[in-house]
Every structure is written in structure tokens, then in C-alpha cells.
């Protein structure tokens, strides 16, 4: 059985913008994600949002909703109650293109710096051995799934416009 919830949405672009209300059917089950592709199919078809797999496993979708970072796809509307307010807003840390895509292009252009790996050259194929602390180290790296909820959260970055820049990409 669904009820109407009231979803507030940032709307603007790198201009500038504003939060606005809309009331939009919820069904048992849905996540944030399902709630704002409604919104999209019924009232505002011009409403930019980015995802992917809704499945939790490219972070294309995400934003901040009622001020926390998280994912749209993972973020179950039962978690709020009925008569909640759920703001969904873009990522803070990062500058925004329109609505609730931000520009997080200055990561894969930092990842781009990065110099791949060579083993020594005094060595022939096959030879060299990656030491087991090494190999488990960048396990963790291989887990991220590009969600930048991490830069978002860092309060290094969020609440210092000065670090912006140099984290993120956006100058204050």
C-alpha cells in the first residue's frame, strides 16, 4: 500500500539554485532512487539525476539526502517516516552541473596523473613478487565504486572552501 510523501529537491545549476517541494507517490519497497525517477515520469521531466546500475555498485547516484551522503539506490524510503520531509540535494564538495548531478571529473583526471606500476627493470617477466601486505593494501583500493561519498563526508574538504580546489576541483 503506497502514501504521497513530500520529496524537497534542489533545482539549479552552477548559477545557482533552489530547494523545491513536490508531493509524490511511494510504494512498499522503493528507494530514494524509484521516488525521483517518479517525480521525473509524472511532474518535472527535466529533472537531471545520474545513476546507473541501481544496484549499489557504480555510486553514479549519489547525493545527499536530508543532509547525509548516500546513495539513492540504497537509501530505502522506510527508513523516513510518512510525513518526513526527504531532501534530496547534490553533493556539497563538488560543483554542480544541474540539479543533482555534480561534476566529479576532476577525480578521474587526478587518477589519470597517477603512474602505472613497472616492476623493476633488472628483472624478467614473471619474476618479480608483490609482497602479501602489498597485495592486500590495494584490495581496499579495488572496492571503491566511485561514489565520492568519502570526499563528500570529509570535513577537511565540506566545510573548508579554502581545500576545495585541491580535493575536489571547485574553487570557492
Known sequence: MGYNACLRVWRGDDGGGELRDFTVEVNEGEVVLDVIHRLQQTQTPDLAVRWNCKAGKCGSCSAEINGRPRLMCMTRMSTFAEDEVVTVTPLRTFPVIRDLVTDV????????????????????????????????????????????????????????????????????
Open 105 to 172: 571529473s576532476f577525480n578521474y583526471e587526478k587518477a589519470r596523473e597517477i603512474p602505472s606500476f613497472a616492476p623493476p627493470k633488472d628483472l624478467q617477466p614473471g619474476e618479480y613478487r608483490m609482497a602479501q601486505a602489498d597485495v592486500q593494501r590495494s584490495q581496499e583500493f579495488r572496492k571503491c565504486i566511485e561514489c565520492f561519498l568519502c570526499q563528500d563526508v570529509c570535513h577537511v574538504i565540506r566545510d573548508h572552501e579554502e581545500n576545495k580546489q585541491a580535493f575536489a576541483g571547485r574553487g570557492s
